[in-house]
């Protein structure tokens, strides 16, 4: 926008101040038909409109002043003229946003192919898992989280792996180095199931509790088809007055329905673990073969599913430090804890855990 500066007027009838304000229409007219940003908008409007330095200010103080009384009123006419079409170019710059150069520079080739934006899906660890937990909100378990970086006190002995103990053995840790100046309880691990937020909700609430726990967990496992050293678990607790054996097996029963079908069978076979007492490994009939027996199932017609028990009455000694409303003598419960891969596969028919780790689209797309 290079506008001259407003001359002086030396001749004031009608012919001479026509051509003057047509002169300034002219440049106005110009000026705003080059804006293209709204610096460019606003720029003209203080050029224009300017309180103190706009070109109309300056017209009104110059010629106005400069003007004989008899051509004061023709000249005033011609001003708000002018001004209001200054205005006007104002509001249609506004209006209208940018000018043709950035219109141009915007311009779409409607003839060039799109961006495809692929719609994300659930990781079929998380739909799995949010399918076991919905099973059990269904039957009004809440859920719980705990961290995946777990001291030695609530990952093995408060679940009544006391220090040295050979059980630890059957889940071999991954540490975090550089701790040995602590005591043994504060050191830091990858907790290696989900079973210590077991003792941490029952440290946050007293009985009743039916929680389910989703969670990653971490074991010094080496890689084959079936085991990854992180992998993911369901764990589950219920505490109240009278919970027997028999409340687990319905409970865990009808889980498994759910999870793969009403004809499905459960049996209940006598197992380890430090933190129930009896415990349990629940075998469910085999899915792909109905129970007759076939490769997946080994020729027994069952499947491994997952880890339950009776809660040992150790562990709610370590609960009651905090919460003494865990008396065994009180209270009984149940918990049970199962691997999500090992569910997803059997599910989705998949015969490699690492499938789930890889980030292969064209095995998560399967998925969507
Ligand atoms: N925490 C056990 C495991 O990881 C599973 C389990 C949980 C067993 C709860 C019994 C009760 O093997």
Redesign the pocket.
Known sequence: MTNEAIPNLTAFDDTALDKAFAALEAQARESAAGLDSEADVEAFRLEWLGRKQGRLNEVSGRWLKAAPPEAKKALGVRFNALKEVVEGLLDAALAGGPGDAALKAEAIDITLPGTRRLTGAEHPITRTMNEIVGVFAALGYSVGVGPEVETDYYNFESMNFPPGHPARDT?DTLVVAGQDRKPLRDRLLLR????PVQMRTMEQQPPPVRIVIPGKVHRNDAADATHSPIFH?V?GLCVDANITFSDLKGTLDHAMKALFGSAVKTRFFPSF?P??EP?ADVQISCIFCGGKGCRKCKQSGWIELL???MVDPAVFAFAAEKQPAYDAKQISGF???MGVERIAMMKYGISEIGSFFAGDMRFLSQFV
């Open positions: 889940q290696t199931h989900t079973s678990q764990e673990f933190f129930t415990s880890g339950c028990g918990a049970f804890g």
